[in-house]
């Protein structure tokens, strides 16, 4: 009976011991975020294991893209962000009509104009082959600092025509923004901001920017019918007699419509770009080389190729129909080379455009999600 | 075995304890127990007795790609095939499944039967080396058969999501399913222009007007029936067989395929593919590591 009292006595001393006024830390537990993987989309996912995405940091991510204060600067005329260039109604892209950048040309906060133009800011959670034009930034890159979008992040931050700011003074500055350090704490487990978790959040946000509502994706789910203009242009997209785009851009058994590699599809004679394909890996027959771009969203894009010589999608099929060059470089798949291209008549080329049209995403293209926040954090 | 059940008895019921209630719950606990283990014991005795422990090692199959004998260099204009075409070749992307081993009895084992189609990418290191994941029991073997490219119960379109067996989808309008094989490359054609063909086999279409209406589609999938190699099968070693794809023979026997007839392309050119088929049965050789 003593032995039991004793034990009782000492199970109340422990029990009641956590009552104390100490200050209890609260466990730091952000909300997971899973990317439902639409219909026919692969299953690998490029989400670095120290960046897990959560609803806080995609939340955070969410300003930070869109708040022109990245720059690292307040006044009215320097400040730039993410959505600065990367506009939502042109799939991420600037777009040709962009009201600062004519033509769809960016220029940094200098004016210097950067070396290539956009590439859409979709579907690149699974992109793991490389992003940018030459593939510059991939998973294993033995470079660990040019890996992934987070690295992207810094690189627009830090480059001479993009924002050229500092990586310092953007964190001290949203350090001193009121509610910016409370959403990092949410996100992060931290009110301390680091550059680092500025380019997690905007990172976990981008990877969240999906497009698989297109009149195509539909059709593919068996719930709306392709004209028969359509149609036609499907055939001649996924046939070697017809256009044959299905083996860069992808179709039915590739919903990405990009196989995310890296082509000389023809364009030059003379290679001089030291940003190409080849600068990255070293091969000789990458030289003129770049990333095939998605095909989805590509009607409100623009302008076209790494170098945006073209600003019609109708300049781009008509390239591709009749105005290839012959260089000893020209990717192996592009079998129509010796014609000049792939002989497309007038009633085709309409089948194909229309076609490439019903790749377009109305949903995604306007997606609160993805778009503008209503206010920052310190004007609530 | 008996001996260990005593002892678990002993130690059991000499268990210091306060209660009589206690010594009383032991003791039921030390019946179950026993009880317990003479029935492991017992179905083990069953198992052995049943089934006998086969031993049992692995099988891994190594991808070369070779021409007149000797590795590719890639992207190198250097080869002339059976009609004459100089060429070269940039890449190779096919499917191989069904990979069978053969008894000299006669007796077969087929591998890895749904699972398993493995996909080999000359740009992908890993995929030139193939891991069985069956355990084979020991033995001696005389020879291996496989499927080259996916048969028709399997090649189900959408069946591979992820990069890069994804990229080898082949258009449904084509048969659907996946290319079995994407050879590229180049070679001088009759006006001496470097010309990039596509040699990729796949399910082929049959026309009533080409290339427009299609009627039919032809399973061009094929067994390769390797010649008699003698290997053996290890009690946990693994097995390597090193599968050489000479890649001169697409182009010569019994067909002498000529680039400059069937030009770049061939996906629907059904008589070019069934000649390429035909080809393919001589394409590969082996031998053991």
Redesign the interface.
């Known amino acids: 009976m003593r032995t039991n009292i004793i034990i009782i006595v000492s199970l109340f001393a422990l029990l009641t011991g956590g009552c104390e006024d100490k200050p209890v830390p609260v466990p730091f537990e952000p909300t997971p975020y899973e990317i439902d993987i639409p219909f026919?989309?692969?299953?690998?996912l490029n989400i670095p294991d120290d960046n897990p995405m959560t609803v806080e940091g995609i939340q955070l991510g969410r300003y930070l893209f869109y708040d022109g204060r990245l720059s690292g600067r307040t006044e009215p005329d320097s400040l730039m962000s993410c959505a600065t260039c990367h506009r939502q109604e042109r799939s991420f892209e600037a777009g040709v009509d962009h009201p600062d950048f004519p033509g769809g040309f960016p220029h940094g906060l200098t004016g210097l104009q950067t070396h290539h133009v956009m590439l859409p800011m979709i579907n690149l959670v699974w992109n793991?082959?490389g992003y940018g034009w030459s593939g510059f930034l991939y998973p294993d890159n033995p470079v660990e600092e040019l890996r992934n979008i987070e690295d992207f992040v810094r690189l627009t931050v830090l480059a001479k025509d993009e924002i050229d700011g500092d990586t310092a003074t953007v964190k001290n500055l949203f350090q001193t923004i009121d509610g910016y350090p409370q959403l990092f704490e949410k996100a992060f487990g931290s009110s301390t901001v680091t550059f680092r978790n500025i380019e997690r959040a905007i990172a976990q946000f981008v990877r969240t920017l999906i497009s698989s509502n297109s009149k195509f994706d539909k059709y593919m789910r068996g719930e709306v019918q392709l004209s028969q203009s359509e149609l036609n242009g499907?055939?001649l997209f996924?046939?070697?007699?017809?256009a044959?785009c299905?083996?860069c851009h992808?179709?039915?058994?590739?919903p990405l419509f990009t196989?995310?590699?890296f082509y000389n599809n023809g364009k030059d004679t003379e290679f001089t770009d030291p940003m190409d394909r080849f600068s990255i890996s070293g091969d000789?027959?990458d030289h003129g080389a770049y990333k095939a771009t998605t095909l989805r969203n590509i009607e409100v894009q623009g302008p076209y190729m790494h170098d945006g010589r073209f600003a019609t999608l109708e300049e781009v099929i008509d390239f591709y129909s009749h105005e290839l060059q012959?260089s000893?470089y020209?990717?192996?798949?592009?079998?129509?080379?010796?014609n000049g291209g792939i002989q497309l008549i007038p009633t085709e080329r309409e089948d194909l455009l229309n076609f490439i049209k019903t790749l377009r995403d109305d949903e995604f293209l306007t997606n609160e999600n993805f778009s503008s926040p209503d206010s920052f954090p310190d004007e609530k | 075995m008996n001996s260990k059940i005593k002892t678990n008895k002993v130690l059991l019921t000499t268990l210091p304890g306060p209660l009589d209630s206690g010594r009383l719950i032991i003791t039921k606990f030390t019946i179950l127990i026993t009880i317990i283990a003479a029935i492991l014991i017992v179905s083990s005795c069953d198992n052995n007795s049943a089934d006998p422990i086969v031993s049992s090692g692995k099988l891994k199959l190594e991808f070369l790609h070779n021409i007149d004998g000797q590795p590719i260099i890639y992207d190198s204009l250097m080869y002339f095939n059976e009609a004459g075409n100089h060429y070269l070749v940039s890449e190779i992307q096919y499917f191989i499944s069904d990979v069978t081993l053969h008894q000299s009895d006669g007796t077969t084992l087929l591998l890895d039967s749904w699972e398993d189609i493995h996909y080999v990418d000359t740009d992908i290191d890993e995929t030139k080396t193939y891991y069985l994941k069956d355990d084979i029991a020991s033995g001696d073997f005389s020879r291996i058969s496989f499927t080259f490219g996916i048969n028709e119960e399997k090649n189900n379109s959408l069946m591979f999501v992820n990069p890069p067996k994804s990229f080898m989808f082949w258009p449904e309008n084509l048969g659907g399913g996946y290319h079995y094989l994407k050879l590229n490359g180049k070679w001088i054609n009759e006006l001496e222009q470097v010309s990039p063909y596509n040699f990729h086999l796949g399910i082929g279409q049959i026309y009533y007007s080409y290339p427009d209406s299609i009627t039919g589609f032809v399973q061009n999938y094929f067994t390769v029936e390797m010649p008699e190699l003698l290997f053996d099968i290890k009690e946990n070693e693994t097995t390597t067989l090193q599968i050489v794809m000479n890649v001169d023979s697409w182009f010569s026997s019994p067909h002498t395929y000529d680039h400059n007839q069937w030009g770049g392309d061939i996906m629907q050119k059904q008589d070019a593919m069934a000649q390429a088929v035909e080809n393919g049965h001589n394409v590969f050789s082996y031998n053991t590591k």
């Open positions: 026919g989309f692969p299953t690998n793991s082959t499907y055939v996924t046939t070697e007699e017809g044959d299905f083996h992808g179709g039915f058994g590739n196989t995310h590699l000789p027959m012959v000893p020209i990717n192996p798949l592009m079998h129509h080379i010796n």
